[in-house]
């Protein structure tokens, strides 16, 4: 079992909306920051947001910044991407990764789950 689990990706609509769940085990899920991830074919690993362990903090990269959320229940062992305004541009297989610093800038290789694809197209 992986240390984190993605799920919710589908094929929607431009202008859709999807929630997307990263579910954690193995590990001490309360005191780690949890970042999401995208990447397309050919592209480089792109941040989309980052939540505080507690997520009492949100961080997210501009060109999603007012159309996605992400939250975390920590008794639930989970984060959210909450994906709203989706556009063709958001396509991507996303991933979610625990960092220990608050900038999820340096994710731990060992906690990367196999993605799950989201796909924007009319």
């Known amino acids: 079992q992986l240390p984190l689990v993605e799920s919710g990706g589908e094929l929607v609509q431009p202008g859709g909306s999807l929630r997307l769940s990263c579910a954690a085990s193995r590990f001490t899920f309360e005191n780690f920051n949890i970042g999401w991830f995208r990447q397309s074919p050919g592209t480089a690993r792109e941040g989309v947001s980052c939540?505080?362990?507690?997520?009492?903090?949100?961080n997210y990269a501009d060109s999603v910044k007012g159309r996605f959320t992400t939250s975390r229940d920590n008794a639930k062992r989970t984060v959210y991407l909450q994906m709203n305004n989706l556009k063709p541009e958001d396509t991507a297989n996303y991933y979610c990764?625990?960092?220990?610093?608050?900038?999820?800038?340096?994710?731990?290789?060992?906690?990367w789950g196999q993605g799950t694809q989201v796909t924007v197209s009319s």
């Open positions: 939540i505080s362990n507690t997520g009492s903090r949100t």
């Open positions: 990764a625990a960092s220990r610093d608050s900038d999820c800038r340096f994710p731990l290789e060992r906690s």
